[in-house]
């Protein structure tokens, strides 16, 4: 999956459009991209930490590397105002007016901010929008992203750099109160996150402000990198006061409000007890998967998968000798077999990684026969931070910045090696690399794109090119010899159809969280930890999880449309490159992608 930071709505800074390559547009392009830098920068002067992420904290937004993102309440209506300032301002443009890349442009962009700015005006819970009802959970909040993002994502070369991480410790305490503030206006609404999901929030703020100050994780970064760069000046001691005076306290009036949350909030694990419930499902599903399906339609073909993917499972293994017990029984043998476990030691687990370096090295060589563009931006493989691995999925994915300076992360959460079997790997790791996420977030960046599409974020797409990329690799002949891989692909397809059924059935059905992990454990066979880890991740993210198998999908729709239409004119390298060099987009918008291909490959 692609990490959670990543989740924002389009958006950039006009200045950072010296920093990549000088592209000429026609006359009647100048409006529309002078107005989609206007947004650029309204969307970074927002976003401090986006502008970081993506490389472009420099120049005039030097200063922006000090500073934090306004999470208050004043915060949140002020992005909603500019959403809604820039959808009119959009509108004002003759959509008959443009053509070719100018009109699917101006399309993506109008879809992210119609989507906001409807959910926006209905619902006033949350950091605002759909898809994330929460302020505060076990994957949401300051203390869930901040130390992370200034462990890998702050650089440390100067002294600049280091005093503007100090200055963030001291803008984290104040991200954690404006956060409370939010909080409690929710909570009058009634909006609190089931009990399951706080209980884990606190033990996670509990783990994070366990150790003494000058032992944090957010002290030892600071300390620890600018000694490598021979920095002068007692940063550890500097960094440990704030974590000491600003941040702990901070951090122990969230831990008071979500204990006192805790006693009262209730076990419903699904967004349907919500104010207007019903609709926030439907306009998280429209932000998420970019569909207007229905939750009862979408129940249904995760339904579906899950029969013929399971019987598809069932012919595989009995050809390898696995004939007892149901499918799930099966994968869940499989599961506790030693042979496919690593040791779970910190030797076994480096190992576990440098076995994933070399999968990527395989499959990096074969790209070019599959792709007729291929990504500059190198990917890494890190292991999950271990103060944070208890909540976090079995991987994820952080883009490279823009200028190319840090590099595509794959994070594996390693925190028990029992719960990423040797046959689940393989899939896993192309997922999130190559020929999955890394792939096509570095060509997103990297292509003749206006900065506001390479920042395009629609998980429909993202998510769903980087399944399409699980079953890609199948064909690339990465599984030839491996037919215990092959069996954890088709288990990884099996899982995003059980993501349809559970997620549909918790947010619209009214599932419990107990149902739901039974379901998953039933048809999956995964460790009953890796069901709760995931299943209470759905009841935080509401349509997220339907967002994988839906884009997979239209991908998968889309190449048979083509080549039906193409015959021996397909070209699979092209094909790829026109569903990539456009950037991610809605699922509405792949379909026209794939007629300019048709078109163009009949010419």
């Known amino acids: 999956m692609l990490d959670r930071r990543s989740a924002l709505k389009s958006g950039g800074a006009v200045l950072a459009l010296s920093l990549l390559p000088a592209q000429a547009a026609p006359a009647k392009s100048q409006t529309l991209n002078a107005l989609f830098d206007q947004f650029v920068k309204e969307d970074l002067d927002l976003s401090p930490t986006e502008a970081t992420s993506l490389g472009l904290d420099v120049g005039a937004r030097a200063h922006q590397r000090g500073e934090i993102d306004d999470s208050s309440l004043a915060g949140i209506a002020k992005g909603k105002q500019i959403t809604a300032s820039q959808l009119t301002r959009l509108k004002a443009i003759d959509r008959a007016s443009l053509s070719g890349a100018d009109a699917v442009n101006a399309d993506v962009v109008l879809y992210g901010l119609q989507t906001q700015d409807d959910a926006n005006r209905r619902f006033s819970y949350g950091p605002g929008g759909a898809g994330n009802p929460y302020i505060v959970s076990q994957l949401n909040g300051s203390y869930q992203n901040l130390p992370s993002f200034l462990d890998s994502q702050h650089p440390i070369e100067t002294k600049a750099d280091a005093d503007a991480y100090l200055a963030r410790l001291s803008g984290f305490a104040t991200a954690m109160d404006q956060e409370i503030e939010v909080a409690r206006h929710d909570i009058a609404l009634g909006v609190v996150p089931p009990d399951f999901a706080l209980s884990k929030t606190l033990l996670q703020m509990t783990e994070l402000r366990s150790p003494a100050p000058e032992k944090s994780t957010l002290t030892d970064s600071l300390a620890r990198r600018a000694k490598e760069k021979h920095l002068a000046g007692d940063y550890a001691g500097m960094a440990a006061k704030l974590v000491k005076n600003k941040v702990y306290p901070a951090l122990d009036r969230q831990i008071a409000l979500v204990g006192d949350m805790r006693k009262h909030a209730v076990h419903d694990a699904g967004v349907w007890r919500l104010p207007d419930g019903a609709a926030y499902y439907r306009a998280s599903l429209a932000y998420w998967a970019t569909t207007a399906m229905t939750p009862q339609a979408i129940h249904q073909t995760g339904l579906d998968i899950v029969a013929d993917h399971t019987a598809r499972i069932d012919t595989l293994m009995r050809k390898n000798g696995l004939t007892r017990g149901s499918v799930g029984e099966r994968l869940k043998a499989m599961y506790a077999d030693p042979r496919f476990r690593y040791p779970n030691t910190d030797a076994a687990k480096a190992q576990l990684i440098a076995d994933l370096n070399q999968k990527v090295k395989v499959v990096r060589a074969k790209l070019p026969h599959y ?208 569903m990539l060099l456009s950037g991610a987009v809605p699922l509405a918008v792949l379909d026209r992608l794939a007629d300019r291909y048709i078109a163009s490959a009949k010419t």
């Open 371 to 578: 792709f007729g563009t291929l990504p500059k931006a190198d990917v890494v493989i890190r292991r999950v931070p271990q103060y944070i691995e208890a909540s976090e999925p079995g991987g994820y994915y952080n883009p490279p910045s823009l200028d190319g300076k840090r590099p595509g992360i794959y994070w594996i959460n390693l925190r028990d090696t029992a719960e990423v079997p040797r046959w689940s790997l393989p899939t896993l790791t192309y997922h999130e690399s190559i020929p999955g996420h890394h792939l096509q977030l570095s060509l997103q960046n990297e292509a003749g794109l206006p900065l506001i599409r390479k920042m395009s974020f629609f998980s429909a797409y993202i998510e769903g090119w980087a399944l399409y990329a699980e079953q890609l690799a199948v064909e690339m002949g990465m599984y030839e010899g491996d037919p215990f891989g092959e069996i954890g692909q088709l288990h990884d397809a099996l899982f995003r159809g059980v993501r349809l059924v559970v997620d549909s059935g918790m947010h619209a059905m009214k599932w419990s969280r107990e149902k739901a992990v039974k379901y998953y454990t039933d048809v999956l066979g995964d460790p009953e930890t890796s069901a709760i880890t995931e299943v209470e991740r759905y009841c935080v993210w509401p349509g997220q999880a339907c967002s994988y198998m839906l884009g997979k999908l239209e991908f998968i729709k889309m190449r048979d449309k083509a080549k039906s239409a193409l015959g021996a004119k397909f070209d699979l390298r092209k094909f790829h490159d026109a």
